[in-house]
């Protein structure tokens, strides 16, 4: 089993643009991604430490209905 590791936020748009969501576009705070009707925020920080990244997942899993495993996420 994979192991969850920290991901560069350019990688973690990448991977989620992949996945089809599209952005990053500008907000009042935070840039954000769109899925349909939904948002996704995405912090600023070059690098997402393990706990942030499981965070923004569990609010893509929502937006996107489907669950994202570790080595899912490895092979985008």
């Known amino acids: 089993m994979d192991?969850?590791?920290?991901?560069?936020?350019?990688?973690?748009?990448?991977?989620?643009?992949?996945?089809?969501?599209?952005?990053?576009?500008?907000?009042?705070?935070?840039?954000?991604?769109?899925?349909?009707s939904h948002r996704l925020a995405i912090p600023s920080n070059p690098e997402y430490s393990v706990s942030q990244l499981k965070m923004m997942l569990r609010e893509a899993e929502i937006i996107l209905g489907t669950s994202i495993t570790a080595q899912e996420w490895e092979r985008l």
């Not at 920290?6 to 899925?35: D, N, T």
């Open 3 to 36: 192991r969850w590791k920290p991901c560069k936020r350019r990688e973690f748009i990448r991977k989620l643009r992949k996945i089809g969501f599209s952005g990053p576009f500008s907000g009042a705070r935070h840039q954000f991604l769109i899925y349909g």
